[in-house]
């Protein structure tokens, strides 16, 4: 059974830093593509970040580029996202998604699994 679960959310101040983790089991990590993707009530998921299976291709979103920094160690089955100069607009629950093979981390077609998000808040 795929299992998906994020930590690391919370609290920070404008400009600050939080690290969010996505521990995963059920399935071969190393074998596919992972993504990050947030929520805000009453919005579709934006997506952030996507990695290939071996890490070794990484993508943004315009949004979040420059700022934000994707990970993963396939010994551990965790993925990462590394989130500097916070701002309130991301505020948001985060969430990482497993795709269905080891590319194609842009298209919401290859999503297959989701885990239940970890919230953000960025507030003074």
């Known amino acids: 059974q795929v299992q998906l679960a994020e930590a690391g959310g919370g609290l920070a101040k404008p400009g600050g830093s939080l690290k969010l983790s996505c521990t995963t089991s059920?399935?071969?990590?190393?074998?596919?593509?992972m993504v990050w993707v947030r929520r805000v009530p009453g919005k579709g998921p934006e997506w952030l970040s996507g990695s290939t299976s071996e890490g070794t291709d990484t993508f943004y979103a315009d949004s979040v580029k420059g700022r934000f920094t994707i990970s993963r160690d396939n010994a551990k089955s965790t993925m990462y996202l590394q989130m500097d100069s916070l701002k309130p607009e991301d505020t948001a629950l985060y969430l990482c998604?497993?795709?269905?093979?080891?590319?194609?981390?842009?298209?919401?077609?290859?999503?297959?699994?989701w885990g239940e998000g970890t919230q953000v808040t960025v507030s003074s």
């Open positions: 059920g399935f071969a990590f190393r074998m596919y593509a």
């Open positions: 998604v497993k795709c269905r093979g080891p590319t194609g981390s842009m298209n919401p077609g290859q999503w297959d699994s």
